[in-house]
């Protein structure tokens, strides 16, 4: 059997178990796009899996506009460090509601504070009410890998920046790198009291760019100076006190 055969014979199983599944209210969006995938998912959990991560930008500007909705908990502040729950360098991005002094617990999502409902969606299509079993929105879990590993939509950016280098304009090479406008480092250093979310944009899109390696290199040669001053700005500081 040629693969195209196997294929739409996989694809006909699957559509008659997506069929039986599918609830008479479902995302339209993602019953379009799993329709035109190349292999159809055979549920309606699995669709809206697969829509998100299609559209990872989606995803990121949604998990911040509804972290927007539930703001920062009373009491919360960007902290880091060994301690259960608390994010383990600056790298990671802030996220009060993952912080067990803060967590919502099940019914709500970790990353943007907001009810998860049927599917892992963010509204509820169905009024069925909050889905007690999950804790994280399907949008949500697509952005927190964006902004955990930005590298893994390499593509998706280069195509974003028309594959022009972010830095320099020039066309970008296979070589390019994954690189934070502002850096981390400096977000933590000179931002960290930008109230949250809006510190996330800092992970998302917004802080997001494709560089070549060499506009990469240069950037990060003026990073580590900026890095060392910072460092001894603080000794002296610690030496003044
Ligand atoms: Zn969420």
């Known amino acids: 059997m040629k693969m195209s055969e196997t294929r739409a014979l996989q694809n006909a199983?699957?559509?008659?178990?997506?069929?039986?599944?599918?609830?008479?209210?479902?995302?339209?969006?993602a019953l379009t796009h799993a329709l035109a995938r190349r292999w159809t998912p055979p549920m309606p959990r699995l669709a809206?899996?697969?829509?998100w991560r299609a559209h990872p930008i989606r995803a990121d500007r949604l998990a911040r506009a509804l972290a927007r909705r539930s703001g920062a908990p009373k009491g919360w502040a960007w902290r880091i460090g060994p301690r259960r729950g608390l994010p383990e360098s600056f790298r990671d991005p802030p996220a009060p509601y993952r912080e067990d002094k803060f967590s919502l617990?099940?019914?709500f999502c970790c990353v943007c504070g907001q009810p998860v409902f049927r599917f892992g969606w963010h509204c509820d299509l169905w009024d069925a009410g909050i889905n007690h079993r999950a804790s994280w929105h399907t949008a949500c879990v697509v952005a927190w890998r964006l902004w955990n590993a930005p590298s893994e939509h390499d593509r998706m950016l280069r195509r974003l920046q028309a594959r022009r280098c972010a830095q320099t304009g020039g066309r970008l090479w296979k070589t390019a790198e994954i690189d934070h406008r502002v850096p981390l480092f400096q977000v933590w250093r000179e931002r960290?009291?930008?109230?949250?979310?809006?510190?996330?944009?800092y992970w998302g899109l917004p802080n997001l760019q494709v560089i070549n390696r060499d506009a990469h290199a240069s950037k990060c040669a003026d990073e580590a100076g900026y890095r060392a001053?910072?460092?001894?700005a603080d000794s002296e500081d610690a030496i003044a006190r």
């Open 48 to 51: 809206v899996d697969s829509y």
């Open 192 to 201: 960290r009291d930008t109230p949250w979310p809006g510190l996330l944009s």
């Open 105 to 107: 617990g099940p019914g």
């Open 13 to 29: 199983r699957a559509l008659k178990r997506l069929n039986r599944a599918l609830p008479e209210i479902f995302p339209a969006q």
């Open 229 to 232: 001053r910072a460092r001894i």
